[in-house]
């Protein structure tokens, strides 16, 4: 039996404290951060020591981690990759910027006459999912605002750069490695389809180790990549089969009014269950409410009740229990 067919029917035992992407895995080394940067903004940098890595570790907000972030010629560069269309990357980028001034500012005192200097933000978004979308769109935070103005007080913008097979070619030849690494999810989505999840991750680390596509990167990280790939995948595929629960339904209508008038307002039982199902999968990974609302893409409200209710079934969190709970609430 060689390494790969030992690997694959061996199960995966890499430890982890929470789970990176395999986007910030291959970027969080400076050459290849570097080497991101100067495609992205037109430039040359030659020297990986220049360039600071600031990402978040130990985020103080929602345990919202960022991809990945960076300083260079005072410039600060928060870029995310998303393999789903999220229209609240405004959003989250502001609370990221703000926790790096907090950090970067912290010795210093901001009563003092003298003004505090800060580097400019830049924030990019790298897109690879299924949905059709421009080769560059940009994402405002005054979109969200509810009494639209023309000069918001308060404002910040997100580049989104569509990163499929096809799109963005001139960035693509200027930075190989994201090249390779769009190649390597385009054959993940491509093989899930005939496939199950597992099988087709491994297929495409394997073809890709072969064809010389991120072949330095899978050889150090071969169990690890395979392992964040399913676990990527399979959230994202949970959030999207809900999504489309939610279309079909008209659920997200009834939700705007809370959770109290869910039923009400045309949240069927069905989907009530398939709620709290979700909800109580991800508490059993150790996600709070806030990462949980922000991973289905609901508001808190409606989230608090379900996970209150599960408390007292941690850490298995059975689902039929917690869902029985629910149902009983006033006004459910």
């Given at each position: 039996?060689?390494?790969?067919?030992?690997?694959?029917?061996?199960?995966?035992?890499?430890?982890?404290?929470?789970?990176?992407?395999?986007?910030?895995?291959?970027?969080?080394?400076?050459?290849?951060?570097?080497?991101?940067?100067?495609?992205?903004?037109?430039?040359?940098?030659?020297?990986?020591?220049?360039?600071?890595?600031?990402?978040?570790?130990?985020?103080?907000?929602?345990?919202?981690?960022?991809?990945?972030?960076?300083?260079?010629?005072?410039?600060?560069?928060?870029?995310?990759?998303?393999?789903?269309?999220?229209?609240?990357?405004?959003?989250?980028?502001?609370?990221?910027?703000?926790?790096?001034?907090?950090?970067?500012?912290?010795?210093?005192?901001?009563?003092?006459?003298?003004?505090?200097?800060?580097?400019?933000?830049?924030?990019?978004?790298?897109?690879?999912?299924?949905?059709?979308?421009?080769?560059?769109?940009?994402?405002?935070?005054?979109?969200?605002?509810?009494?639209?103005?023309?000069?918001?007080?308060?404002?910040?913008?997100?580049?989104?750069?569509?990163?499929?097979?096809?799109?963005?070619?001139?960035?693509?030849?200027?930075?190989?490695?994201?090249?390779?690494y769009a190649d390597y999810v385009g054959r993940v989505q491509?093989?899930?389809?005939?496939?199950?999840?597992?099988?087709?991750?491994?297929?495409?680390?394997?073809?890709?180790?072969?064809?010389?596509?991120?072949?330095?990167?899978?050889?150090?990280?071969?169990?690890?990549?395979?392992?964040?790939?399913?676990?990527?995948?399979?959230?994202?595929?949970?959030?999207?089969?809900?999504?489309?629960?939610?279309?079909?339904?008209?659920?997200?209508?009834?939700?705007?009014?809370?959770?109290?008038?869910?039923?009400?307002?045309?949240?069927?039982?069905?989907?009530?269950?398939?709620?709290?199902?979700?909800?109580?999968?991800?508490?059993?990974?150790?996600?709070?409410?806030?990462?949980?609302?922000?991973?289905?893409?609901?508001?808190?409200?409606n989230i608090l009740p379900i996970c209150e209710s599960a408390?007292?079934?941690?850490?298995?969190?059975?689902?039929?229990?917690?869902?029985?709970?629910?149902?009983?609430?006033?006004?459910?």
């Amino acid at each position: 039996m060689n390494k790969d067919e030992k690997l694959a029917k061996e199960p995966l035992a890499v430890q982890r404290k929470y789970k990176d992407t395999l986007f910030r895995m291959i970027f969080q080394e400076p050459e290849k951060l570097l080497e991101l940067y100067n495609a992205v903004n037109g430039t040359d940098y030659k020297n990986p020591e220049e360039l600071q890595i600031v990402t978040l570790e130990n985020a103080i907000y929602m345990n919202m981690k960022n991809d990945l972030a960076c300083i260079i010629d005072c410039r600060m560069n928060l870029y995310e990759h998303q393999s789903s269309v999220n229209a609240n990357m405004p959003l989250r980028n502001l609370f990221y910027v703000a926790m790096e001034y907090h950090e970067l500012v912290n010795q210093k005192s901001l009563y003092s006459s003298r003004l505090v200097k800060l580097p400019t933000p830049y924030f990019v978004v790298f897109y690879n999912g299924k949905t059709n979308q421009p080769e560059r769109r940009e994402m405002k935070l005054s979109d969200a605002f509810l009494t639209p103005v023309d000069d918001p007080a308060l404002e910040l913008k997100v580049v989104q750069l569509n990163i499929r097979a096809g799109h963005n070619r001139e960035l693509m030849d200027k930075c190989p490695i994201l090249a390779q690494y769009a190649d390597y999810v385009g054959r993940v989505q491509q093989y899930v389809e005939d496939m199950s999840l597992e099988e087709a991750v491994k297929r495409a680390v394997n073809e890709c180790m072969k064809e010389g596509i991120l072949a330095d990167f899978l050889q150090k990280h071969k169990a690890e990549a395979i392992e964040v790939s399913i676990f990527e995948y399979d959230e994202e595929k949970e959030l999207r089969l809900f999504g489309e629960a939610e279309r079909e339904t008209g659920r997200e209508e009834g939700l705007e009014q809370g959770l109290e008038q869910g039923l009400e307002q045309g949240l069927e039982q069905g989907q009530l269950k398939k709620l709290v199902d979700m909800v109580c999968r991800k508490l059993r990974k150790g996600k709070l409410a806030e990462v949980i609302a922000e991973d289905l893409e609901e508001d808190l409200e409606n989230i608090l009740p379900i996970c209150e209710s599960a408390s007292e079934y941690a850490p298995d969190y059975d689902s039929n229990k917690v869902y029985e709970k629910v149902k009983a609430l006033p006004g459910i």
